[in-house]
């Protein structure tokens, strides 16, 4: 049941995307947050069933600015500053 209840938001959220690149036109602190949440799922392969959010967490990952939000997070719960 929880299974159905994520591929429909999923499903949602594809339809929602569609050919768009980010949620709101400009990437934004949105996609970081989605982007997060979204890539939490790879390991269950769920995202693999929708190459639209897949392309998303992609895209998303691949920009400077979620890796640096994502080493910060990281430095915290690690206690390591990155530097550069």
């Keep these: 049941m929880v299974m159905d ?11 929602y995307l569609n050919d768009a690149d980010w949620l709101d036109g400009a990437f934004s602190a949105g ?32 920009r400077s600015a979620f890796k640096r939000a994502f080493d910060d997070q990281l430095a915290v719960y690690t206690g390591k500053q990155q530097t550069g």
Excluded: F, N, T
């Design 5 to 15: 209840r994520v591929r429909d938001r999923m499903k949602q959220l594809s339809a």
């Design 31 to 62: 996609d970081l947050m989605m982007v997060s949440v979204l890539r939490r799922l790879k390991i269950s392969c769920i995202l693999d069933e929708y190459p639209i959010l897949a392309a998303y967490v992609a895209r998303g990952e691949a």
